[in-house]
């Protein structure tokens, strides 16, 4: 990738930034400092592998401390570089207040290819990183708490976590230092499907808005509504699993890194799946068109209701941007679409929903997560059996007064009492809807807000100012 590639992703968030901050009618100065990164730092490490030493270049970026901790993602990819760490850890602020979860934004990366290390080798990589990060004091739960991102998963995390107790075995909240953990080292239930279950409500809310609808001359709901998906990783995966499980929704194309399929009777994610992993591919998935590697791009011109990139920014560019054929695109990766590709959709009438709102289930199941760290306790361990007993003597009444008795399966389902992971979905799925219907009151309140985008941005500017303003140091 050349390096004008990666200046454009940090310069189309900033010009995101500019013209949405138009409408703000904040002062320069303020608007300067919310723009800003506030701190990046950049380590090179060594690393023994097979007998010989391996200089590792990261980074971590906090791009805002209006809230504390910072919180991110932490990327190993060959991609990364300081722009685009410091472009994804803007992003994160923006995203963090969106949802309203009271962190500033940060972001990680290690320029690594993560699938050409063994096992043993990325963790003495993870806790090398951790253990820099720890030197700077740019990790802890009052600090800034890392979490999975594009090439890492929960094993990474628990490296994290047990690097940095070992560091700080007095910290009583230590578990805190990062999320995204198993379940089984104090990571919460849900939050591996989080950003793609974030995703699927962010979708689901707008197909479910009529005056939304109308404007883009398409029927209200999910089912039976055409999908295409980019990317397999663990967003892209979960989004097209709950999509299809719970929003009947049609899968017809598919990428990956080996290349793209388009069925237009519909894909089943979890056969495809099965597939990919005893053939090591989703190239000749039985009945569909296949398009080998180099034609992988051609995904996002496969015709669609719905477009989800769900792998790395500058996917959607001024050169594609006329060929897309999806009335919808979903921004489940950071950064899919750049700030020249949007204004070509948005004159072609695609509508965005951008990533700042959409990818945010993430982070918001981080919180929860970070919550449960703090207070040591699963969610739902205090009320479950109360509620149960309540829900019991309710239906108790219920068939005396009525001397009816209640079906046997309706009674258990009544009855439950909400588990940690119930608990998880109803907030991440509260989150997603009114922070939707938010973002979309002010796209049409405001009339100058070109897109839901400019709505999301001036949204987090306006809350992150509040926050700023708060302080007392600003006009
Ligand atoms: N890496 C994810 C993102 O880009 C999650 C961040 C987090 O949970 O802190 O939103």
């Known amino acids: 990738m050349s390096a004008d590639k990666h200046g454009t992703f940090l310069a189309s968030v900033n010009s995101y930034y500019d013209s949405a901050a138009q409408h703000t009618g904040l002062n320069q100065g303020l608007l300067d ?10 380590v090179n490490f060594p690393v023994k592998i097979n007998g010989k030493v391996k200089v590792i270049e990261a980074y971590r970026a906090q791009h805002s401390h209006h809230r504390n901790p910072t919180k991110g993602g932490i990327r190993y990819s060959m991609h990364v570089n300081q722009d685009e760490v410091v472009a994804l850890a803007t992003l994160m602020s923006y995203k963090c207040a969106i949802v309203d979860v009271p962190f500033g934004g940060a972001k990680g990366g290690v320029k690594i290819n993560p699938w050409e290390y063994s096992e043993n ?5 993870t806790r090398r990183y951790t253990t ?6 740019f990790i802890g739960p009052a600090i800034d708490v890392p979490a999975p991102d594009y090439g890492t998963g929960s094993r990474e995390m628990a490296w994290i976590y047990d690097t940095y107790r070992a560091f700080h075995p007095e910290d009583i909240n230590a578990a805190g230092c990062v999320t995204g953990k198993p379940v089984n080292q104090n990571g919460v239930r849900g939050r591996t499907e989080a950003t793609g279950r974030g995703c699927y409500y962010g979708i689901r809310q707008a197909l479910n808005t009529p005056k939304l609808m109308k404007k883009l001359g398409m029927t209200v709901g999910t089912a039976g509504k055409r999908i295409v998906v980019q ?27 080996e290349g793209a399929i388009y069925k237009k009777d519909g894909i089943d994610i979890h056969d495809l799946l099965k597939f990919r992993k005893e053939h090591g591919s989703i190239l000749n998935y039985p009945g569909a068109e296949s398009f080998g590697k180099d034609q992988r791009r051609i995904v996002m011109e496969f015709d669609c209701d719905v477009l989800i990139p769900a792998a790395l920014e500058n996917q959607i560019t001024e050169k594609n941007a ?3 054929q999806a009335k919808i695109i979903g921004e489940a990766a950071n950064g899919p679409v750049t700030a020249g590709a949007a204004k070509i ?19 918001t199941v981080s919180y929860f997560e970070w919550l449960k760290n703090l207070s040591h306790m699963r969610f739902g361990r205090l009320e479950k059996r109360f509620d149960e007993a309540n829900n019991r003597r309710i239906i108790d009444q219920i068939e005396k007064l009525t001397g009816k008795s209640v079906d046997e399966r309706d009674r258990n389902m009544i009855v439950r009492g909400a588990d940690e992971v119930d608990l998880v979905r109803s907030g991440l799925e509260e989150t997603m809807i009114s922070s939707f219907d938010q973002l979309y009151e002010v796209y049409e309140r405001k009339r100058k807000v070109e897109d839901l985008r400019s709505a999301a941005f001036v949204t987090a500017i306006s809350k992150i100012a509040n926050d700023y303003i708060s302080l007392g140091i600003w006009p």
Do not use: F, W
């Open 132 to 137: 820099e990060l720890v030197r700077r004091k």
């Open 33 to 42: 400092q919310i723009k800003s990164c506030n701190s990046v730092y950049q």
């Open 322 to 324: 006329e060929k897309i």
């Open 231 to 257: 990317g397999l990783g663990n967003v892209g995966s979960h989004t097209a699993m709950i999509s299809q499980d719970e929003g009947d929704m049609v899968i017809v194309g598919v990428s990956e890194v």
């Open 345 to 363: 959709l948005a004159q072609r009438g695609v509508m965005v929903i951008p990533d700042i709102y959409l990818n945010a289930g993430g982070v």
């Open 121 to 125: 080798e990325l963790e003495k990589i």
